[in-house]
């Protein structure tokens, strides 16, 4: 469903499109009254009334919104075992879980799992609620820091966790 919201308030805005589309009026008795040929002028009125529509969308500001869908899903990596997909499943009360390679479109929110996707499969996501659980195995390093800029001769001190 389409939904507008002028970019100002509602009475001014549309006085603005009232006045719009009179001087449209006047511009078109004007051009019609002219001694130009009749394709000139069919192209003048055409493109005088396409920069009248587009102001008026300006200032309307229009949009729609689209229902999302309801029913969560979980996607996963081919490496996540099966065991620790049932236990998510059954924690994040999920009704259905999907590789990354078969997922199409749907669910809200998206939980994905694990690690290792392409740009290609991520771009899949675009625009949906995805809530990330990374798969960390043991002995697999998770979080690293350090200091960026360290003058010369001062210790350099590198920190991190690691799953055991």
Do not use: C
């Not at 969560?72 to 490496?79: A, N």
């Not at 939980?111 to 290609?120: C, V």
């Not at 996501?125 to 979080?143: F, M, R, S, Y």
């Amino acid at each position: 469903m389409i939904e507008f919201d002028p970019f100002l308030n509602w009475s001014f805005t549309l006085s603005l499109i009232g006045l719009l589309l009179s001087l449209y009026l006047y511009l078109g008795i004007v051009i019609l009254k002219s001694n130009l040929s009749k394709n000139r002028r069919i192209v003048k009125l055409l493109l005088n009334g396409w920069l009248i529509i587009l102001l008026s969308g300006f200032l309307l500001q229009p949009g729609w919104k689209t229902p999302i869908q309801s029913e969560p899903l979980l996607i996963h990596s081919e490496d996540i075992s099966t065991e620790r997909l049932s236990h998510l499943i059954d924690s994040l009360k999920v009704g259905k879980s999907v590789n990354i390679g078969e997922y199409k479109e749907g669910g809200n929110p998206l939980y994905l799992i694990g690690h290792d996707y392409s740009w290609g499969q991520l771009e899949l996501l675009e625009g949906k609620v995805v809530q990330w659980i990374p798969e960390i195995k043991d002995g697999q390093l998770t979080h690293i820091q350090w200091e960026g800029l360290r003058r010369q001769g001062d210790l350099q001190i590198v920190a991190g966790n690691m799953v055991v």
